[in-house]
């Protein structure tokens, strides 16, 4: 089994050079006094361990949805967290908003990794 670290990117900068960096990411957009993303956060990291990913190369990462409040506005419309993007080459191929469960998280790696 393959174990996912949850790494947390603080910069846009950051961000853009993980995702030139890595291939496959999923990114999980939080905030610090959201309560539905403190649920979000925690199924993740207690999934970490348990999550089967076919694939080594998937990262994970975590970005504060207040720190890229306007990038995140600008570039997906996105106005509620917590959310998922799904990141490959660059590009994002999918975006849910709201908490998702395990099995659903599950699902989504399955159909876009």
């Given at each position: 089994m393959y174990v996912v670290k949850l790494?947390?990117?603080l910069s846009l900068d950051s961000l853009?050079?993980?995702l030139k960096k890595h291939a496959k990411?999923?990114?999980f957009v939080t905030g610090k006094y959201c309560p539905s993303?403190?649920?979000q956060q925690r199924t993740i990291r207690q999934s970490l361990s348990e999550i089967r990913i076919d694939?080594?190369?998937l990262s994970l990462i975590c970005i504060?949805?207040?720190v890229f409040q306007q990038w995140l506005l600008e570039q997906f419309n996105l106005q509620c967290i917590p959310a998922l993007?799904?990141?490959k080459d660059e590009q994002c191929i999918y975006k849910i908003v709201g908490y998702q469960s395990i099995t659903e998280i599950e699902l989504l790696l399955?159909?876009?990794y």
């Amino acid at each position: 089994m393959y174990v996912v670290k949850l790494q947390t990117i603080l910069s846009l900068d950051s961000l853009s050079k993980f995702l030139k960096k890595h291939a496959k990411v999923l990114v999980f957009v939080t905030g610090k006094y959201c309560p539905s993303c403190q649920k979000q956060q925690r199924t993740i990291r207690q999934s970490l361990s348990e999550i089967r990913i076919d694939y080594p190369d998937l990262s994970l990462i975590c970005i504060d949805g207040n720190v890229f409040q306007q990038w995140l506005l600008e570039q997906f419309n996105l106005q509620c967290i917590p959310a998922l993007l799904c990141y490959k080459d660059e590009q994002c191929i999918y975006k849910i908003v709201g908490y998702q469960s395990i099995t659903e998280i599950e699902l989504l790696l399955e159909n876009y990794y």
